[in-house]
């Protein structure tokens, strides 16, 4: 079975198995990072600025995903898949973080150090692309179920 990422891209060392759930996910990249990762629906992104589906705030001692409202559980998926893709992807470890902003949503946030805030508002960025593709194959991997619990007990 081809390993779920290029292991010469530097990435966090968590296994993606085909029919993972997002929970699962979270808690592998939480034990990963070794601090807690609190996942909130922030109203003002969308209010703001549509482009900014969602942001990951690393602050000294937490991580936090804030994302956009939507109605569709398959887009929440998708904006928490995309910032958990620059989780896996070592992007608070990047020096270059001159593209990326702390918008202003954020003013409920400053008392939190930020010491990076990743927004998705610039998809051409290569990081946002990096993070994007990975998204995608994070969202397959997931959807992927080999063995169905029925099937393993009754087949
Ligand atoms: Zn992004």
Not at 149 to 155: A, H, L
Request: hydrophobic share 40%; net charge negative; aromatic share 6%.
């Amino acid at each position: 079975m081809p390993h779920w990422i290029n292991p010469e891209v530097p990435h966090l060392p968590v296994e993606v198995d085909e029919g993972i759930t997002l929970d699962e996910l979270v808690t592998r990249i939480q034990d990963a990072r070794g601090r807690p990762l609190r996942i909130e629906e922030l109203a003002e992104l969308t209010e703001n600025d549509s482009a900014l589906c969602g942001l990951w705030l690393a602050t000294d001692d937490a991580d936090i995903i804030l994302h956009a409202p939507s109605e569709s559980p398959l887009h929440r998926n998708q904006f928490i898949l995309h910032e958990l893709a620059h989780m896996l992807l070592l992007h608070d470890r990047v020096d270059d973080t001159g593209g990326y902003l702390t918008p202003s949503v954020l003013s409920g946030f400053e008392n939190a150090t930020i010491i990076k805030a990743l927004g998705r508002d610039s998809i051409s960025d290569e990081y946002e692309f990096a993070a994007e593709r990975l998204a995608d194959v994070l969202a397959t991997r997931m959807r992927r179920r080999p063995v169905s619990k029925f099937s393993e007990i009754f087949g």
